[in-house]
């Protein structure tokens, strides 16, 4: 089971929780602030999804085994959840419902679609992978050896999140072996066929190129009532550009009675 972070719900609700499913590199972590304020008006579930945080290491990362993954944590809470996804937790999020559409009331996938893309962050896990980690005491240092490969200095504080200052020598909490083998598949679209016939909402950002228009007939042909919105002047990680913005749109999707 992955390991997920329980937000209980701060009032008594008939809402089902909310699952959030992180990006590539991230974790549950990651989402905490958003998922205590969205924790008002039902219980969140935040996963750190597998070769990511706390979860268990395995050399399988295709997108059907993630969708296995998120639907045995829907099915130990309740069987039905509302999802949201980001980047490649988005991508996996799709296909859980396309796998597993009766684990899902509602879908809000965020800035990604299904296809495949052409880049690939290759580069950033060599980078990770050329710290001499054993050398490094704290994270000014490690942020120091990071910045000899990456200029971006919050891609840097991002990533930097993964690395465990607790054990000896410090470690990744990113198996990187496993996703530097899947990265092919990782910004690929694996051969699925299905619809889900319920609520989704693709949530772009406006400085964002991920979602492209002509990607919308692919999409309606898998989710018959996908909407689209974007949020203004933000880019890929449009959660966290523009959090209020996010979360709002969020709220309003979740709480929408139209369907």
Do not use: C
């Not at 602030?33 to 999804?49: F, G, I, P």
């Not at 990362?61 to 949201?84: F, N, R």
């Not at 009331?105 to 880049?119: C, K, M, N, T």
Request: proline share 5%; glycine share 8%.
């Amino acid at each position: 089971m992955l390991n997920t972070v329980i937000y209980p719900s701060q009032q008594p609700t008939d809402n089902p929780p909310l699952l959030i499913v992180h990006g590539l590199f991230g974790s549950a972590r990651n989402w905490g602030v958003m998922a205590r304020r969205l924790s008002d008006v039902r219980t969140v579930l935040a996963v750190d999804m597998r070769n990511h945080g706390s979860s268990f290491w395995s050399d399988a990362h295709s997108y059907e085994a993630m969708a296995d993954d998120l639907a045995k944590v829907i099915a130990a809470h309740g069987g039905q959840a509302d999802v949201v996804g980001h980047s490649m937790g988005g991508k996996a999020a799709m296909v859980l419902a396309l796998a597993h559409g009766a684990a899902i009331r509602r879908l809000l996938v965020g800035d990604i679609a299904p296809v495949a893309y052409q880049h690939d962050q290759s580069p950033n896990i060599k980078a990770m992978k050329s710290l001499n980690l054993s050398a490094i005491r704290n994270r000014a240092e490690a942020d120091a050896a990071l910045a000899q490969s990456l200029a971006d200095e919050s891609l840097r504080a991002f990533l930097l999140q993964s690395l465990d200052f607790k054990t000896t020598p410090i470690s990744w909490r990113i198996n990187l072996e496993a996703l530097e083998a899947s990265m092919p598949g990782i910004v690929g679209w694996p051969d699925i066929s299905g619809q889900f016939e319920g609520p989704v909402l693709f949530l772009s950002g406006g400085a964002s190129h991920y979602v492209q228009t002509e990607s919308r007939l692919k999409i309606r042909a898998y989710f018959p009532k996908a909407r689209f919105a974007k949020i203004p002047n933000v880019g890929h990680w449009l959660h966290a550009e523009n959090p209020r913005a996010f979360e709002e749109t969020l709220r309003l999707f979740l709480g929408s009675a139209q369907d």
